[in-house]
């Protein structure tokens, strides 16, 4: 059997604990939510869990130890993804406000929803911190006896992801209620925007100054 149900098991709960612990992206869906409302948090969630599988693919082909190996390829990748969260958060501290709904059957102008999952996935897909964790963290429950290393490489990735989309997706249901209940006027939309804008200027400029 290529991967064993111990393996997957032991697999899903590291990820689990992985994912629910406080980081960039985890900060990123809660801020969405809140300020925009829990759709456009879960639509933002989902483009980040999706955006796992860019990494898988480059750990399963061994692209990513490249990547790490290259000083210039891994700071390009650096400032890229650095350089996209500033420009998500500069668009949203300069926001008017008006893109919360409290309505969260209400998706906004046609095609909203699915810019805001293209800007969770690309947020996530060019992350080159993101690419070294999984460089590190996927070979750790790949048993070379049992089969080819970059399949169970990408079995393991999509399981990842798969369970990076429901708690994403929870992440950004739960913080659009709060959102709901903290948007009562459009000034305080405005200021959860620039709360928002904030956090991504924030990691982005952490993202790229850091070592």
Do not use: E
């Amino acid at each position: 059997m290529l991967v064993t149900l111990p393996q997957l098991a032991a697999f899903l709960a590291a990820a689990m604990l992985i994912t629910l612990s406080p980081g960039p992206d985890n900060l990123m869906v809660l801020s969405q939510g809140i300020s925009r409302g829990r759709r456009q948090g879960m639509v933002f969630g989902l483009g980040c869990a999706l955006g796992c599988l860019n990494h898988t693919l480059l750990a399963a082909l061994g692209i990513s130890a490249l990547i790490a190996a290259s000083p210039l390829a891994f700071t390009a990748l650096k400032l890229a993804g650095g350089g996209y969260l500033v420009y998500l958060g500069w668009g949203a501290v300069r926001s008017p406000g008006a893109s919360f709904r409290a309505d969260p059957n209400d998706a906004g102008p046609q095609g909203s929803l699915a810019a805001t999952f293209r800007r969770g996935l690309i947020a996530n897909a060019i992350n080159p911190k993101v690419v070294l964790f999984f460089l590190a963290f996927l070979p750790q429950f790949v048993n070379p006896a049992h089969g080819s290393a970059g399949l169970q490489t990408a079995i393991l990735g999509t399981l990842f992801t798969l369970q990076g989309a429901v708690i994403f997706g929870a992440l950004g249901y739960f913080s659009g209620h709060v959102g709901q209940w903290l948007a009562k006027s459009r000034k305080a939309g405005q200021w959860l925007d620039r709360l928002a804008g904030s956090i991504f200027i924030a990691l982005g400029l952490r993202l790229i100054l850091a070592r």
